[in-house]
T-cell receptor, first 114, second 117 residues
Framework: DGGITQSPKYLFRKEGQNVTLSCEQN?????MYWYRQDPGQGLRLIYY???????QKGDIAEGYSVSREKKESFPLTVTSAQKNPTAFYLC?????????????FGPGTRLTVT | AQSVTQLGSHVSVSEGALVLLRCNYS??????LFWYVQYPNQGLQLLLK??????LVKGINGFEAEFKKSETSFHLTKPSAHMRDAAEYFC???????????????FGRGTSLIVHP
């Protein structure tokens, strides 16, 4: 079955450590996205990528980094510079960005930093 | 620029009652509109989408939404609520990408549907 996988489901880290969240898709989609979700704030876009080896900052990119070396993979690194990293992180993909193309979401990773 | 407003962060209904979740959008061109559902600790799943065909769109799980251009609305309805409908619902708007550009969908803040027995 085609879909998006995110691992791990739950992640715990100490403050000051970088952590990388995995996102893999086998839908052959060109576009991939990372969102952060906090209670009552909806989805906020961190980064998105339209093609391999290219990505753009979203609304809240500070303290995060990404790479897109393969079409299937779009890992997100939460760096120690992110002041409030505890959140639920969602990865998504779509055929292309915008327009009539809906997004397909992974199950999410809940990151807790103490 | 596109934007989405979902009226009411929480909506509470009794099982069997009508569900109405409100979504108003702002878009400079004819929009594409989406409703997604999110169950606790899961990702979002597409319920339905409007792509300029029929203005009344039917989705999964008995939900439907009507596109009203004059009211810039895309409200989500279901005739009879079930306990399993309790979830977070998100409305999103997207525009056709301009040549060389990219338009990322904009999401509303979400509405939590609570269903009482």
């Amino acid at each position: 079955d085609g879909g998006i996988t995110q691992s791990p489901k739950y992640l715990f880290r100490k403050e000051g450590q970088n952590v990388t969240l995995s996102c893999e898709q086998n839908l052959n989609h060109d576009a991939m996205y990372w969102y952060r979700q906090d209670p009552g704030q909806g989805l906020r876009l961190i980064y998105y990528s339209q093609i391999v080896n290219d990505f753009q900052k979203g609304d809240i990119a500070e303290g995060y980094s990404v790479s897109r070396e393969k079409k299937e993979s779009f890992p997100l690194t939460v760096t120690s510079a992110q002041k409030n990293p505890t959140a639920f992180y969602l990865c998504a993909s779509s055929i292309v960005t915008g327009g009539a193309y809906e997004q397909y979401f992974g199950p999410g990773t809940r990151l807790t930093v103490t | 620029a596109q934007s989405v407003t979902q009226l009411g962060s929480h909506v509470s209904v009794s099982e069997g009652a009508l569900v109405l979740l409100r979504c108003n959008y702002s878009s400079s061109v004819p929009p594409y509109l989406f409703w997604y559902v999110q169950y606790p600790n899961q990702g979002l799943q597409l319920l339905l989408k409007y792509t300029s065909a029929a203005t009344l769109v039917k989705g999964i799980n008995g939900f439907e939404a009507e596109f009203k251009k004059s009211e810039t609305s895309f409200h989500l309805t279901k005739p009879s609520a079930h306990m399993r409908d309790a979830a977070e619902y998100f409305c999103a708007v997207s525009e056709e990408p301009a040549s060389g550009g990219s338009y990322i969908p904009t999401f509303g803040r979400g509405t939590s549907l609570i269903v009482h027995p």
